[in-house]
């Protein structure tokens, strides 16, 4: 290779090292909740709009999808398009409305009542279904229906769940 190019390619990496070195996930708590606290503040993570609630989250995705997108996913029955989309159009919403790490998004969605992000996407999808087929959102049914899917999943789990050791302490006396 010609010296040049060695010399643009050693340019780069000394630019963009330091940079991935900055970006370091949180150690504790409190860097975790700092972190936390300035995304659910933002308009936009990583170049991506951010909506503040369900209204916005409509507007954003009639932007976003296609007309005959927009028409076939409205033409679905509901189930199928909640079933269908969830591992596409789900985890599109998921990755870049910040579910998993916070945002603005995802923290009105928890002051609803869903704390899980594939319920977030779920709820999302299903919501802007209706909104497409001008049926009511029924945002409280909605929200019933996932608290009670997770509390049964994790009362499920615990039944499942087997003692790894137990042990007895004697207290002194």
């Given at each position: 290779m010609k010296p040049t190019i060695w010399i643009?390619?050693?340019?780069?990496?000394?630019?963009?090292?330091?940079?991935?070195?900055?970006?370091?996930?949180p150690e504790n708590?409190?860097?975790?909740?700092?972190?936390?606290?300035?995304?659910?503040r933002q308009e936009f993570l990583n170049?991506?709009?951010?909506?503040?609630?369900l209204t916005e989250a409509f507007i954003q995705l009639n932007k976003l999808i296609e007309k005959p997108a927009i028409e076939k996913?409205?033409?679905?029955?509901?189930?199928?398009?909640?079933?269908k989309l969830h591992f596409s159009f789900g985890?599109?919403?998921?990755?870049?409305?910040?579910?998993?790490g916070g945002s603005r998004f995802s923290h009105f969605l928890k002051g609803l009542?869903?704390?899980?992000?594939?319920?977030?996407?779920?709820?999302?999808?299903?919501?802007?279904?209706?909104?497409?087929?001008?049926?009511?959102?029924?945002?409280?049914?909605q929200i019933t229906y996932y608290q009670e899917k997770r509390a049964k999943e994790n009362e499920e789990r615990l039944k499942k769940g087997e003692v790894l050791q137990q042990q007895t302490?004697?207290?002194?006396?």
């Open positions: 643009s390619l050693f340019f780069c990496c000394s630019i963009v090292t330091p940079n991935l070195a900055q970006q370091k996930p708590d409190k860097e975790f909740e700092e972190a936390y606290a300035w995304r659910i170049d991506v709009y951010i909506p503040k609630d996913f409205k033409n679905m029955a509901e189930p199928d398009a909640a079933r985890r599109w919403i998921i990755h870049n409305w910040g579910f998993y009542g869903i704390h899980h992000p594939d319920d977030m996407a779920q709820f999302v999808i299903m919501s802007y279904h209706r909104n497409l087929n001008r049926k009511p959102l029924d945002v409280k049914a302490r004697k207290r002194k006396q």
